[in-house]
């Protein structure tokens, strides 16, 4: 059964930092189209961050670029969300999905399409 599973949610201030875990389970993460998403209370569900199976290429919310990068641990099937510069404005619940090889473009997953593997998100609050 093809799992995903975040971890690393928590209350900060803005300006600081946090690092969220994305974990799968029944499949190899780095074959797939990976996208990390978020969702406000009351505003609908963003892509936030796209990265290609096959080469890397990366899709930015403008609102997070040079804030948010990812990154992948292939031994533990683990990809990482890092945000720096934390705004009040990107408290919401971070979900991370996956999408099939060679299914989609970075872009369209991220603006426009629903992967169908997601996590069960985690609450990232920025708040003083």
């Known amino acids: 059964q093809l799992q995903l599973v975040e971890s690393g949610g928590n209350l900060v201030q803005p300006g600081g930092s946090l690092r969220l875990s994305c974990t799968a389970s029944?499949?190899?993460?780095?074959?797939?189209?990976i996208g990390w998403f978020r969702q406000a209370p009351g505003k609908e569900r963003e892509g936030v961050l796209c990265?290609?199976?096959?080469?890397?290429?990366?899709y930015y919310k403008e609102s997070v670029k040079g804030r948010f990068t990812m990154s992948r641990d292939n031994a533990k099937n683990t990809v990482y969300l890092q945000m720096n510069s934390l705004k009040p404005e990107d408290t919401a619940i971070y979900y991370c999905?996956?999408?099939?090889?060679?299914?989609?473009?970075?872009?369209?997953?991220?603006?426009?399409?629903?992967?169908?593997?997601w996590g069960q998100g985690t609450q990232v609050t920025v708040s003083s």
């Open positions: 999905a996956a999408d099939y090889p060679g299914s989609t473009t970075v872009q369209a997953m991220c603006e426009t399409e629903n992967p169908p593997y």
């Open positions: 029944g499949f190899i993460f780095r074959y797939y189209v």
């Open positions: 990265v290609s199976d096959s080469d890397g290429t990366t």
